[in-house]
T-cell receptor, first 114, second 111 residues
Framework: EAGVVQSPRYKIIEKKQPVAFWCNPISGHNTLYWYRQNLGQGPELLIR????????DSQLPKDRFSAERLKGVDSTLKIQPAELGDSAVYLC????????????FGPGTRLTVL | KQEVTQIPAALSVPEGENLVLNCSFTDSAIYNLQWFRQDPGKGLTSLLLIQSSQREQTSGRLNASLDKSSGRSTLYIAASQPGDSATYLC??????????FGQGTELSVKP
């Protein structure tokens, strides 16, 4: 069974440019998460989806970040415009709906903003 | 607000040594605690998940303990190997299944 797939794996952009990350969760996983991991830190939750509904986006900087999961399967996270401080690894995770089931993580996208 | 702290931030040991990684959390009202491994440039791999009703979990050379009342967890690695070199992250799972991570311990096992 395929794991969580993310693309691209690496992205280098100049500040003020837009960027988008894509995630395809494990088949059958209703819940999808986007995390941001700064260098030397643990991941921090940006947004959680239950199917196509964003149920927790309290940590998403809504002035420049947006996310969608239109059909309740794959998801896209966008930053527009990117700032230097957005350089980080963006991780996607998924799990089945039950609250305490294990989350499975993708390999992440490493973003560098110059 | 739940805060998770891991000590030390980095650790270097010779091969074969037994070692302990520490994790502490400020709010004891957790549901589960989970230990992850992260290799450079890779995502997170789950190592052990301890439910709130449990005190420890074991998998091979790894043993994780949980003391909710004191807000502490430890990950014990027996007979360390160079392949154990990675960053180890602990995360508490609060209401709703939300993971709150520590900053990680970077482990280096020297041959």
């Amino acid at each position: 069974e395929a794991g969580v797939v993310q693309s691209p794996r690496y992205k280098i952009i100049e500040k003020k440019q837009p960027v988008a990350f894509w995630c395809n969760p494990i088949s059958g996983h209703n819940t999808l998460y986007w995390y941001r991991q700064n260098l030397g830190q643990g991941p921090e939750l940006l947004i959680r989806y239950e199917n196509e509904e964003a149920v927790d986006d309290s940590q998403l900087p809504k002035d420049r970040f947006s996310a969608e999961r239109l059909k309740g399967v794959d998801s896209t996270l966008k930053i527009q415009p990117a700032e230097l401080g957005d350089s980080a690894v963006y991780l996607c995770a998924s799990k089945v709906r039950a609250a305490y089931n294990e989350q499975f993580f993708g390999p992440g996208t490493r973003l560098t903003v110059l | 607000k739940q805060e998770v702290t891991q000590i030390p931030a980095a650790l270097s040991v010779p091969e074969g040594e037994n070692l302990v990684l520490n994790c502490s959390f400020t709010d004891s009202a957790i549901y589960n605690l989970q230990w992850f491994r992260q290799d450079p440039g890779k995502g997170l791999t789950s190592l052990l998940l301890i439910q709130s009703s449990q005190r420890e979990q074991t998998s091979g050379r790894l043993n994780a303990s949980l003391d909710k009342s004191s807000g502490r967890s430890t990950l014990y690695i027996a007979a360390s190997q160079p392949g154990d070199s990675a960053t180890y992250l602990c995360a508490v799972i609060n209401q709703g299944g939300k993971l709150i991570f520590g900053q990680g311990t970077e482990l280096s096992v020297k041959p």
